[in-house]
Nanobody, 127 residues
Framework: QVQLVESGGGLVQAGGSLRLSCAAS????????MGWFRQAPGKEREFVAA????????YYADSVKGRFTISRDNAENTVYLQMNSLKPEDTALYYC????????????????????WGKGTLVTVSS
């Protein structure tokens, strides 16, 4: 059973940085793409970033490009989201997610979601 546990959220001032982590278990982590999504209060969930199984390919939403960096450590079964230059509009519940298919990389499909989800970690950016 796939389990994803996010951590690293918190309160930060605008312009600050946070690093989110997502620990995965239940299958061979290094074979699957991973992603981050977020949902702000009163808004729909949106795609943030994705990374393929090796870390060699990444894909970002335009709203975070140049400010956020997704990475992974396959030895530690963990995916990260480094968030810099945070803005109040980045305030949201951030979810880690993963592909259901091994060796699959289809970032355009990820706009509508992935197959397994964590419970989220809250990021609040104050102005």
């Amino acid at each position: 059973q796939v389990q994803l546990v996010e951590s690293g959220g918190g309160l930060v001032q605008a312009g600050g940085s946070l690093r989110l982590s997502c620990a995965a278990s239940g299958r061979t982590f290094s074979r699957y793409a991973m992603g981050w999504f977020r949902q702000a209060p009163g808004k729909e969930r949106e795609f943030v970033a994705a990374i393929n199984w090796s870390g060699g390919n990444t894909y970002y939403a335009d709203s975070v490009k140049g400010r956020f960096t997704i990475s992974r450590d396959n030895a530690e079964n963990t995916v990260y989201l480094q968030m810099n230059s945070l803005k109040p509009e980045d305030t949201a519940l951030y979810y880690c997610a993963t592909e259901g298919a091994m060796w699959s990389w289809d970032p355009k499909r990820y706009a509508s979601g992935m197959d397994y989800w964590g419970k989220g970690t809250l990021v609040t950016v104050s102005s």
